[in-house]
Antibody
Framework: EVQLVESGGGLVQPKGSLKLSCAAS????????MSWVRQAPGKGLDLVAD??????????YYADSVKDRFTISRDDSQSMVYLQMDNLKTEDTALYYC???????????WGQGTLVTVSS | ETVMTQSPTSMSTSIGERVTLNCKAS??????VDWYQQTPGQSPKLLIY???NRHTGVPDRFTGSGFGRDFTLTISNVEAEDLAVYYC?????????FGGGTKLELK
């Protein structure tokens, strides 16, 4: 069974930093791309960042709204994916989901999410 | 970027009815559209991939169709557990983009 468990969320002041972690299990982590998708309170879904597998040279993608502030990374030896978030803004407040691709869908399975609140 | 417009934004239904949810892309995305269901307080779950293929364990009352710019998700014989928000996602062009969602409520 695919399991994705996020951690690291919390309350942070504007311009602060936070690092989210996602522990993955139940599938061949090395083979699939991983993504972070966020959902602001009462709002829809937005892709934040994506990292491909080693086969695709760990290529990354960032939404324009987080480019140069967020960094996605992965540790295949630990089956972990991370999201380093710097210079946080109030508009980054959201539930952040870790997701994994499969051979047929780029966003197939979702974790339960970790809440990030940016407020002074 | 490709904008995905879902309609209606909300709809009311009765148990046992058939409903159709729509998703329109601002440019052609082929069959690269997936559908997700998000029930209250839960994370989204993949229902349909590649426009028309049911994900593992998804009941056959959920049917996806479409190609190019226009996509639909049909739920036949709506059950109480189907009351949720439904999102489409296109991955035919980068960046992948979600629609704004359709909330399915009980009449």
């Amino acid at each position: 069974e695919v399991q994705l468990v996020e951690s690291g969320g919390g309350l942070v002041q504007p311009k602060g930093s936070l690092k989210l972690s996602c522990a993955a299990s139940g599938f061949d982590f090395n083979s699939y791309g991983m993504s972070w998708v966020r959902q602001a309170p009462g709002k829809g879904l937005d892709l934040v960042a994506d990292i491909s597998s080693k086969s695709y040279n760990y290529a990354t993608y960032y939404a324009d709204s987080v480019k140069d502030r967020f960094t996605i990374s992965r540790d295949d030896s630990q089956s972990m994916v991370y999201l380093q978030m710097d210079n946080l803004k109030t508009e980054d407040t959201a539930l952040y989901y870790c997701t994994v691709a499969t051979t047929v869908a780029p966003v197939a399975y979702w974790g339960q999410g970790t809440l990030v609140t940016v407020s002074s | 970027e490709t904008v995905m417009t879902q309609s209606p934004t909300s709809m009311s239904t009765s148990i046992g009815e058939r409903v159709t949810l729509n998703c329109k892309a601002s440019q052609s995305v082929g069959i690269n559209v997936d559908w997700y269901q998000q029930t209250p307080g839960q994370s989204p779950k993949l229902l349909i991939y590649g426009a028309s293929n049911r994900h593992t364990g998804v009941p056959d009352r959920f049917t996806g169709s479409g190609f190019g710019r226009d996509f639909t998700l049909t739920i036949s014989n709506v059950e109480a557990e189907d009351l949720a928000v439904y999102y489409c996602l296109q991955y035919g062009s980068i960046p992948w983009t979600f629609g704004g969602g359709t909330k399915l409520e009980l009449k």
